[in-house]
T-cell receptor, first 110, second 112 residues
Framework: SQQGEEDPQALSIQEGENATMNCSYKTSINNLQWYRQNSGRGLVHLILIRSNEREKHSGRLRVTLDTSKKSSSLLITASRAADTASYFC??????????FGQGTRLTINP | DVKVTQSSRYLVKRTGEKVFLECVQDMDHENMFWYRQDPGLGLRLIYF???????EKGDIPEGYSVSREKKERFSLILESASTNQTSMYLC???????????FGDGTRLSIL
C-alpha cells in the first residue's frame, strides 16, 4: 500500500528558486523520512523527522511535519542544477517497514 | 559510510529461469529489504528480514523468495522468471526502526 502521497508529481523551477514538495499520509506514524533518487540510481536518505518533532533542518533542506493534518513538506532553498532528482517521502507505521509515496520529479533549469 | 552493494547493475534473463539477486551490506545492520520500482507505481516492498534466517512478506511477495543465511547478505530469488518481473530492484538495510534505510544502486532486470 502507498501511504505517502507526494504533491506535486512533477515540479520545474529556475536555478536559485526555492522548491517545495508536500507529502500526505493516512495513519499514525512513528517517523517520516525524505529520500532523493537520481536517475537510474538508488535512494539517498535526506532527513528523518520523528512524530513529536515539527521542523528539522539540514543545510538547504527544511522539513516540517504536521501530525494533526497528517502532512509534511520538504523545502529546498536556493536550488541548484544538482538538485534535479525524484524526491520521496516514506512513513514508518510501526510494522518494521517503510511505506513510500510515488515521488515528486524535480527539475532545476539553468 | 554505510555501503549496500548489489551484485549487478543490469541483468538480462529469459522467462522460466531461476534468477538470484544478491545484496551485501557492511554495517552489521539487523534489517534488510527488497523493493521493486516501476513507473507510476513507486517503490513496493517484496520481502524484508529483521534477523538471520528470518523473513517477512511485504506487499508483493508472489513469485519471489528470499534467503538470509548471514547477517550481511540478503538474496532475492525469482523462482521462475516471468516478463512481468522486468523491473528495477532495490535493496536496502537499516540498523533499527529509528534509523534511515540505506539503499544500493539497484539492479535493472529484464526478463525476455
Amino acid at each position: 500500500s502507498q501511504q505517502g502521497e507526494e504533491d506535486p508529481q512533477a515540479l520545474s523551477i529556475q536555478e536559485g528558486e526555492n522548491a517545495t514538495m508536500n507529502c500526505s499520509y493516512k495513519t499514525s506514524i512513528n517517523n517520516l523520512q525524505w529520500y532523493r533518487q537520481n536517475s537510474g540510481r538508488g535512494l539517498v536518505h535526506l532527513i528523518l523527522i520523528r512524530s513529536n518533532e515539527r521542523e528539522k533542518h539540514s543545510g538547504r533542506l527544511r522539513v516540517t511535519l504536521d501530525t494533526s493534518k497528517k502532512s509534511s513538506s520538504l523545502l529546498i532553498t536556493a536550488s541548484r542544477a544538482a538538485d534535479t532528482a525524484s524526491y520521496f517521502c516514506a512513513t514508518d507505521e510501526g510494522a518494521q517497514k517503510l511505506v513510500f509515496g510515488q515521488g515528486t520529479r524535480l527539475t532545476i533549469n539553468p | 559510510d554505510v555501503k549496500v552493494t548489489q551484485s549487478s547493475r543490469y541483468l538480462v534473463k529469459r522467462t522460466g529461469e531461476k534468477v538470484f539477486l544478491e545484496c551485501v551490506q557492511d554495517m552489521d545492520h539487523e534489517n534488510m529489504f527488497w523493493y521493486r520500482q516501476d513507473p507510476g507505481l513507486g517503490l513496493r516492498l517484496i520481502y524484508f528480514s529483521y534477523d538471520v534466517k528470518m523473513k517477512e512478506k511485504g506487499d508483493i511477495p508472489e513469485g519471489y523468495s528470499v534467503s538470509r543465511e548471514k547477517k550481511e547478505r540478503f538474496s532475492l530469488i525469482l523462482e521462475s522468471a516471468s516478463t512481468n518481473q522486468t523491473s528495477m530492484y532495490l535493496c536496502a538495510s537499516r540498523r533499527n526502526r529509528n534509523q534511515p534505510q540505506h539503499f544500493g544502486d539497484g539492479t535493472r532486470l529484464s526478463i525476455l
